[in-house]
């Protein structure tokens, strides 16, 4: 009985798709600042007991901020990694361990999700 295997997900396919319930701005430097709005009912108990902010402000570097600005719902990881590459060249290295690292802090703090085959994929 031959054994089937699933061909693995190249990650590179992914397209990252900026969370709408976040809302962002950018500066007059550039920089992209994430605001995210805490309004579960645990952020609510903390609010309450602990004071915390209901709204935090995230700041991106100048690489995520350049970054942030080319999700645009159509490239793809494999392509973002490209225009990253010519924008700040040997700066960029090591590239693809950067991005995807990058990428999935986003994802888990979910600032983005990410799209394959036009479904959102909650797995990777």
Do not use: C
């Amino acid at each position: 009985m031959a054994l089937i295997r699933r061909k693995a997900d190249n990650f590179l396919s992914y397209i990252p798709i900026i969370n709408s319930s976040n809302s962002y701005e950018e500066g007059e430097s550039g920089f992209i600042t994430i605001q995210m709005i805490h309004n579960g009912i645990f952020d609510k108990v903390a609010q309450f007991l602990f004071f915390t902010p209901k709204v935090s402000r995230i700041r991106l570097d100048e690489y995520g901020s350049f970054l942030w600005k080319q999700m645009d719902g159509v490239n793809t990881v494999g392509e973002l990694a490209v225009l990253l590459q010519e924008r700040y060249g040997e700066a960029a290295q090591p590239l693809y361990e950067r991005l995807i690292s990058y990428l999935k802090i986003l994802k888990n703090n979910r600032f983005i999700f990410f799209k394959r085959d036009d479904k959102i994929d909650d797995r990777v």
